[in-house]
């Protein structure tokens, strides 16, 4: 069975705090993806990883940074939290040959 | 990045009313995919379609991609109460690898 997990389900952070979310796949994908999703505006790409240590940005990676050390993580970091960065955080992973992304459940961030 | 309009942005439907919702960009794309999100979870794919006028079924679902590759269309009939959930589109355009998400369509049953 296919897994995408995602480190925390909800988080509330302060401004200006530093925040990681943590990504790790178990199908041994070579790419893998953080959306943000927010109401009336369905998904939107982040950033996106092809290969370890191999990162593209999305189309809103202000604010957003990734990690890809290993094949199986990926990591989002929010360099400087911001009120407007409260949202739902998607992370998926999809194998070179396919079109279907696997989604992890979400994180759910809160920044007051 | 492209953007990907999904009509209805919701519906409330009585248990056993078939669906319709389709989705539409400016861009031609060459392979459209159906998800579902259903509350608390990511998004699950439902059917892929990969050339104009494709017409493919998933149990009571059916999803067609549009002649003029710049919209597709996903079909429930006789829906239930578990066809509760957030349908989104996604399309591939043609010279891309990313996948572009429509806006949602969040489905209500009423048993």
């Known amino acids: 069975d296919v897994k995408v997990t995602q480190s925390s389900r909800y988080l509330v952070k302060r401004t200006g705090e530093k925040v990681f979310l943590e990504c790790v796949q178990d199908m041994d994908h070579e790419n893998m993806f953080w959306y943000r999703q927010d109401p009336g505006l369905g998904l939107r790409l982040i950033y996106f990883s092809y290969d370890v240590k191999m990162k593209e940005k999305g189309d809103i990676p202000e604010g957003y940074s990734v990690s890809r050390e290993k094949k199986e993580r990926f990591s989002l970091i929010l360099e400087s939290a911001s009120t407007n960065q409260t949202s739902m955080y998607l992370c998926?992973?999809?194998?070179?040959?396919?079109?279907?992304?696997?989604f992890g459940p979400g994180t759910r961030l809160t920044v007051t | 990045g492209q953007q990907l309009n999904q009509s209805p942005q919701s519906m409330f439907i009585q248990e056993g009313e078939d669906v319709s919702m389709n989705c539409t960009s400016s861009s031609i794309f060459n392979t459209w995919l159906w998800y579902k999100q259903e509350p608390g979870e990511g998004p699950v794919l439902l059917i892929a379609l990969y050339k104009a006028g494709e017409l493919t079924s998933n149990g009571r679902l059916t999803a067609q991609f549009g002649i003029t590759r710049k919209d597709s269309f996903l079909n429930i009939s006789a829906s239930i109460p578990s066809d509760v959930g957030i349908y989104f589109c996604?399309?591939?355009?043609?010279?891309?690898?990313?996948?572009?998400f429509g806006t949602g369509t969040s489905l209500t049953v009423i048993p």
């Open positions: 996604a399309g591939q355009l043609t010279n891309g690898n990313q996948f572009y």
């Open positions: 998926a992973s999809r194998a070179t040959a396919t079109y279907e992304q696997y």
